[in-house]
Structure formats: structure tokens, C-alpha cells
């Protein structure tokens, strides 16, 4: 029970990739000289059931099992940073950029438009950055990430601008003790400039509306973004890397 890996399968990526999917999601290990074993025997596992792609993310300081999934095959192709961010009733936009926008329910008639920005808008991800995925089908599961948070009631999802072809969009997920975890948000490409103003409204909404805390995770390449957190008063939690095979 000490030397165990944990995984899920992913249809949802399966559905855009055309093959089957899994993602490790943790592995319990005691003792390093029971990595390799552990780890062939996982990937025994995933060649017996098809498994196209394997991905995981790793804390970049746990070194040792980075090593040994670097020896089964998995290689890093992203990295990102979990973020989190307290007090959000004492957040305010005007002490960062000023002005608020308004900010909306997403609509049906909306929905294109924000697939859109989705897949075209988007230059960072855990999949986008792996330059052996073909650039269409990270558009396509992009495109039904955005319908599959639409569909679901767990989700809530924002946008800022007319019916029908909003210039940004901000999902999320409620969670117990008043907190909300960010899951997607974007700014279409040439509306970019007002992406400061648009999270920070997205904040100050979530303050006003008793939420109290938010986590979130970001690629580390996305250097606008990790100074634009930095700036709102983000904690860096954890730096991740994504391993994928």
C-alpha cells in the first residue's frame, strides 16, 4: 500500500485525440529502489490497454520520481504554477488597474464565440506546449472543454462583452468554505490589453459575492500572466512539471 501508483482514464481528451488517454496522478513511494518497478508495471499497464498518450504532473522538487519517469519514457513539455489567493473581500481592482468591467452569465449565443477564443487564443497549455499533439486536435479539446463547462451545472462561466461575441470569458467551479477554484479564462487575441482589467473585475465580483478564496494553476511559460498574478497578490504554492509520453 506504501508503493502505489494512482490514475485516472481521461475520455474527455480521448474524445479529442483519438486515442485512449490516462493521466497518473500520483504515485505513494517509500522507498526509491521501488520506483523502477513500480513505474514498468504502470506502464505495462497502459501498453496492454492502448494507451496513446501518458501524462502526469510532478512537484519539480521531487527529482527522484521525475528521474525515473524521464527512464520509462515521459518527457517535460510544460510547467505551471499552483497559485492560490486569500481575503478576496478586501480585493480592489482600483488599486491595480482602476476600472471594473461589467460582466455577465454566459449566454447559448455566446458559447461559438468563446470556443472560439478557446481554441485560436490560447499559446500556453498542458497540451498546446507538447509540440508532438497536432495544433487542431488541442483546438478541438479546447473547444469541448468549453462546451463540456456549459453543459455542466458545476460550472459557472463569465463573460465580458456583447451577446453573441464576447471579448473574454472566465470559468470556474464553486467548492465548500467559499472558495472557487478558476479553471479557464481568456481574452480573444486583439483584445488582449483590457485581460488586466477583465481578471480583475472577475476578483472583485468573486469578493462581492462572499466568495473568500480562489485557487487556480498556470503555465510558467505564460509570462504576462505569472506577473499579472503576481501583481493581484498570488501565492505560489507548488511549481509543477508536466511529463508526457
Known sequence: ADHRCEFRDTPWDQRAFG???RELMAVAYTNAARLPELLAAYEA????????????????????LIHALNDQGYRAVEHSFALALSALN??????SFGKTLDLRPIVPEDVPAVQDIGA????????????????????R?????????????????????????PLGFHAFRLQPDNHAQMVLSGMAA???????????????????????????MIAAANLPIVNLYARFGFRFD??????HK
Not at 463569465?158 to 451577446?163: K, L, N
Request: charged content about 20%; some cysteine; overall charge negative.
Open 45 to 64: 499497464r497502459n501498453h496492454a490497454d492502448g494507451v496513446g498518450l501518458g501524462y502526469s504532473r510532478v512537484d519539480a522538487n521531487d527529482r527522484v
Open 90 to 95: 478586501y480585493f480592489y481592482p482600483e488599486n
Open 238 to 243: 507548488q511549481f509543477l512539471v508536466g511529463l
Open 141 to 165: 479539446r479546447q473547444r469541448n472543454w468549453v462546451a463540456d463547462m456549459v453543459a455542466s451545472p458545476a460550472f459557472t462561466i463569465w463573460v465580458h462583452g456583447d451577446i453573441g461575441a
Open 19 to 21: 486515442y485512449p488517454t
Open 190 to 216: 486583439k483584445y488582449q490589453p483590457l485581460a488586466g482589467f477583465f481578471w480583475a473585475s472577475c476578483l472583485h465580483e468573486k469578493g462581492k459575492q462572499g466568495i473568500q478564496t480562489v485557487s487556480t
Open 120 to 139: 485560436n487564443d490560447f499559446l500556453y497549455g498542458r497540451f498546446i506546449e507538447d509540440d508532438r499533439i497536432p495544433h487542431d486536435a488541442c483546438q
